[in-house]
């Protein structure tokens, strides 16, 4: 069973900064495309960022140019480094991936931005 554990969330002024983390186990990691999701309260869950196996990513329109997400491999670790924070950026934050058909999810970290 995949294991996804994120941490790093917390609670930032608007334009800070936080680096989100997301260690996965039991899957040989470089060979899949993970997720960064959002969901807000009582709001649907958002697809905020991808990258895929070979390091290409795409974000949603509203992060562009802010956040990043990136991978390392040889630690089995996915990032999202979340630069110049907007109170509309306040969600739980999620990871995800798709292994075998079946969706795995983390236990998702909370952001708080305050303005």
């Known amino acids: 069973q995949v294991q996804l554990v994120e941490s790093g969330g917390g609670l930032v002024q608007a334009g800070g900064s936080l680096r989100l983390s997301c260690a996965a186990s039991?899957?040989?990691?470089?060979?899949?495309?993970m997720d960064w999701y959002r969901q807000a309260p009582d709001k649907q869950r958002d697809l905020v960022a991808t990258?895929?196996?070979?390091?290409?990513?795409t974000y949603l329109n509203s992060v562009k140019g802010r956040f990043t997400i990136s991978r390392d491999n040889a630690k089995s670790t996915m990032y999202l480094q979340m630069n110049s924070l907007k109170p509309e950026d306040t969600a739980v934050y999620y990871c995800?991936?798709?292994?075998?058909?079946?969706?795995?999810w983390g236990q998702g970290t909370q952001v708080t931005v305050s303005s």
């Open positions: 990258i895929t196996s070979s390091g290409s990513t």
């Open positions: 039991r899957i040989v990691f470089s060979e899949y495309a």
């Open positions: 995800h991936i798709k292994w075998l058909g079946r969706d795995y």
